[in-house]
Structures are given as C-alpha cells and as structure tokens.
C-alpha cells in the first residue's frame, strides 16, 4: 500500500512535469556519454601500452661508418667493442633489467627497412652500410629504460640508445589530452544536471505544494513526503544513465571494436564487452547526482 | 491535553511579539473558542500547538509532549493526534470527495480496508454520504468545508484545531459547520476553534479565551463575545492616515 502509494505519487509527478523530465534526462545522458567515452579512451590507452609495450624494445643503436654522433667519433663499431656491450647485457648487473636481447645486423636492418618503406622509390637505394646494427632488447620492466640508457650509452661503439615508447607515449599523451578534455566537459554538463534536477524537483515541490501541505499537515512522515520528490530525480538520473551506457556500448561496439579494429588490425583495440564495466559506474555517477541535487533542494522546499 | 506555559513568539524582532507570555490550559474533551480581532495572535496559538512555529520562549505541551523539544522526525507523530480546518478548505481540486479524504489516510501507510470503512463513516458523520463522488468544484462552500473536516477527523485525532473555519461561510452554512463540529466533540475529541463570529461564540456558550495583541484578556467559561466595532475602528484609523 504505502509503496504502491509513493509509486503513484513519482509517476504522477513526472507526468505533470514531464518537460523537466526529459532535459534531466538529456543532460545526464550526454555528461554521462562525456564519462563514458573518457573512461573508453583511457580503457583504449592501458589496452595499447599493454599491447604495444610487450611489443616494443629499447634499441641499442651501434656506430657504423656513416654515424655523425659525437659518441662515434672512433669510426664504426669493432668486433671487440661489439663484444663488450654483448658481454653487458649478458651480465648478472644486468639480468635484473634485461629480459632478452637479439642482435640485428645492417644487412637484416636492410631487409626491415626495404620491408616498412616499399611503397618510397628511397627504399631501393638505401644499402646496408648507411644503416646501424643494433642491440634489440626487451626489458623485464619497460618502466626501467633510464637504468638501461645509462648502463650502454656511455659504453664504446655505441651511437645511441633509444627508447621506442618514447614515440608511443607522445600519441597516449594526445589520447590522455583528449580524456581530461572529455572529462572537463562532463563535469560542466554534471553540475548543469545537477542544478537542473534541483530545479525539478523545486518545481515539482512548488507544482504540488497543495499535496505536500496536507501530508505535513495529517503528520504523513519525512519518507512518505520526500520520497516522491527523490524518486522523480533518481528515476530521470538512471534514465540518462541507460541511454549513456548504451551510448556508451555503441560506441565501443561499432566505432572501436568494429571499424577502427578493421582500419587498423595491427593494433590492439578493446571489444564491446570492455565497454560493460562502464555502465555500473555511470549508474552510480547518475545515483550521486540524483542524491546530491536532492540534498540541496528537499531541506529547502520540503520541510517537514 | 494542552498547555502552554509563559509562551512569547515573535516573528520578527522589530514589531511586536505575536504572543505574549500566554499562560493557560485546555483539558480532554473541552470545546474551547479562540476570539479576538485580527492580528491578536490566534492563529499563532494554532501554529504553535502544530509546531508549524517554535515558541521564541516558554513552553507548548501537547498531550503531555514538550512539542519544542521534539525532534524534526518525531513531530508528524505528534500531527497524527491533530486534525486542522482551515478557513480555505485546502482540499485536491483534482480528487473527489472521497479521494480527498483518503488522501489523509493514504499518506500515513493505511490499509484499503480501514480506509473503505472509515471513509463512509465520517462522510455520514459531515453529513455528505451521498456526495463521496463529487469534486470540490462541484460543492458549496460549507460542502466543501465539511469535507476538509472529515479529512481532519477520519484519523480520529485526539484534537481538532479549527482556524475561522466559518470565515468563508455564511451565516446559515456556518450553523452546519458547527452542528458538525460539535458533533465531533460529542465523539470525545477536544476542540480548539479559532473565530471572530460573535453571534456563534454567544450562542454556543463554551469556554472562550480572548486574546488581544498578543496577551489573554478574558478566560471564561460559558461565555459570550463582544468584540468592539470593528468598522468604527478602521474608520478611525483611516482618518488618523488622512490626518497624516
């Protein structure tokens, strides 16, 4: 009886202010889509450094004839100074850091390069010797390179270390840039839903003041007062929070999953399914708005 | 049932105060009338008695209850053992008769079953058992104040406050209204009746406790009301503005 009674009270009261109703649940459907497609991007940033760092050496570039560093200056490397960094990366000092290493000469750099580059008329006329030989080597801890960069860089023969997440780390600094801009602009568009949930329920309170009154007036309980009013800004919030998460969904599914992943098949890209542990959190942004604008408003204009 | 004790409200600190140091008691089952000219603090009393107010000082009790010190969520029980009429009616526009009194018992979590049977019941009592379909639109005025009585009483609080329930009525409806209200208390329920109707006051003959400015000027049992002219004295005042 009593929750079927406050049931009928919610309903009536989202048929009678159903306007405000639906830019609550426009506006907490788009903030949270803001949410939702931030928490993809940085779902999409750990997937990739995941991806690409297992896949991704430090290389130690050797001096060849043609080198122009400074550190170069004695000429290309020599069998014994080749040696010597090898005996390096073998080492117990060493091992902590190293997972594997594999050398590559300038006639397979060659092959690579001729390889990523076919379709540039250059490609054929680049020969061996103009290209280093390098130490590829995987870390235990990708995080550890500036331990690594130190042990080589100074070591005899070698032109330069290089640490192939530095190109990564400037595209996922372009993805997080993107992330924090997505996230600024729902928070503007959750205070907005907030404000305008506070503001429904203040007109709802006010369009049904008659009712209200004679609640307080028979001795009708907080719960049974308030709770209509609460439910109505709930209701609106979790509506907005379906619509985002299936927003949010279709995004992953048809944007990500299905046409970037075919675009580019040699990257590692999150699936729909990723995109489910979302919707909890959207629902529970949409339940603390719910909770927060009614926490500004039922003290005010529902006192009891 | 009642009791206040050197109660002072005041509203606002430059005017003044709207009760002053009012002392008195009314006992289960009394029938007891409110007089005095606009202004005098009578409907404070009520308001007080609800704890719509605080008292600025002294002390309301209500059934034995210290209603200032009673917290915000216990104050809906103390609401339950009163029942308020207003001189507006407050009634649902939009509900009928019979809605409009199921409304009371609704919010407090009653059951279908109590609330079929006890609507008929008071709706015979207001005299309106045929009108339970009806809505406010389609009711006279006293109808529709006998309606909000039934609401007030279908939970059978131990008090009925009434605030110049007949203020809106004529003289002849206003007869009815208080054939209902005595009936009411015939039933056991105390009744507290805020009014300025002097000729109702003189013809019932209950215990009247004037008010005027604030103060208890008269506390008499079986008594009358005179008030003075009231015409004379807005004349008055509206030469003394003239003079001004």
Same mark, same amino acid.
């Given at each position: 009886m009593r929750f079927a009674f406050i049931l009928s009270e919610t309903f009536s009261g989202i048929r009678r202010n159903l306007s405000m109703v639906i830019s609550v649940v426009l506006v907490t459907f788009i903030s949270l889509t803001f949410v939702g497609s931030a928490g993809l991007l940085q779902m999409q940033i750990n997937q990739m450094k995941g991806y690409w760092y297992d896949r991704v050496e430090v290389a130690i570039f050797l001096c060849n004839d043609t080198s122009t560093a400074s550190s170069c200056a004695g000429g290309g490397v020599t069998d014994s100074q080749r040696d010597a960094i090898e005996a390096q990366l073998a080492s117990e000092q060493a091992a902590a850091y190293v997972e594997s290493y594999e050398y590559e000469s300038q006639e397979q750099a060659l092959e690579l390069f001729q390889q990523q580059?076919?379709?540039?008329?250059?490609a054929e006329s680049?020969?061996?010797?103009?290209l280093p030989e390098s130490f590829r080597v995987s870390l235990v801890?990708?995080?550890?390179y500036e331990v690594v960069n130190e042990m080589f860089s100074g070591?005899?023969?070698?032109?330069v270390v290089s640490d192939q997440r530095e190109l990564l780390e400037s595209l996922f600094s372009l993805m997080n840039i993107a992330s924090v801009i997505a996230i600024a602009l729902a928070i503007i568009m959750l205070i907005t839903a907030i404000l305008l949930i506070a503001t429904t329920i203040r007109l709802s309170a006010f369009s049904r003041r008659r009712e209200t009154g004679i609640m307080r007036l028979v001795g009708a309980s907080k719960t049974m007062i308030q709770l209509p009013f609460l439910a109505e800004g709930v209701v609106a919030a979790l509506l907005g929070a379906a619509l985002a998460s299936i927003a949010t969904w279709t995004i992953a599914k048809?944007?990500?999953?299905?046409w970037l992943a075919s675009e580019y098949p040699q990257t590692g890209f999150i699936t729909s399914t990723d995109a489910l542990w979302l919707v909890p959190l959207l629902f529970l942004i949409a339940l603390v708005l719910a909770a927060v604008s009614s926490m500004l408003t039922l003290r005010r204009y529902l006192k009891v | 049932m009642i009791r206040f004790e050197d109660v002072t409200k005041v509203y606002?600190?430059?005017?003044?105060?709207?009760?002053?140091g009012v002392t008195t008691e009314i006992e289960r089952g009394e029938f007891v009338f409110l007089v005095g000219?606009?202004?005098?603090g009578k409907s404070t009393f009520i308001r007080l008695v609800q704890r719509e107010e605080k008292a600025s000082s002294g002390t309301v009790y209500v059934s034995g209850r210290d209603v200032s010190r009673l917290s915000s969520w216990r104050v809906p029980h103390l609401r339950r053992d009163l029942g308020v009429v207003f001189q507006?009616?407050? #009634?649902?526009?939009?509900?009928n008769v019979f809605a409009n009194v199921a409304f009371a018992m609704q919010v407090l979590g009653k059951r279908r079953g109590l609330i079929n049977q006890a609507i008929p019941e008071v709706l015979e009592t207001v005299g309106l058992q045929d009108k339970a379909r009806r809505f406010p639109h389609e009711l006279s005025g006293g109808e529709q104040q006998r309606v909000a009585i039934a609401r007030a009483a279908v939970n059978k609080p131990a008090i009925l406050l009434a605030d110049e329930?007949?203020?809106? #009525?004529d003289p002849d409806t206003s007869w009815g209204i208080m054939e209902v209200l005595d009936t009411i208390h015939q039933n056991g329920t105390t009744v507290v009746m805020a009014t300025h109707d002097h000729e109702i006051v003189n013809t019932m003959r209950r215990r009247v406790i004037e008010l005027d400015a604030g103060k208890i000027v008269r506390d008499e049992p079986e008594a009358g009301y005179e008030p003075a002219d009231s015409t004379a004295q807005v004349q008055s005042r509206l030469r003394k503005s003239e003079v001004r």
């Open positions: 580059y076919a379709n540039l008329d250059m680049v020969t061996a010797d103009q801890d990708p995080e550890q070591m005899a023969g070698v032109e048809f944007f990500i999953a299905d | 606002d600190t430059t005017s003044r105060p709207a009760l002053n000219p606009s202004g005098s507006d009616f407050r #009634l649902l526009p939009n509900k329930p007949t203020g809106n #009525l």
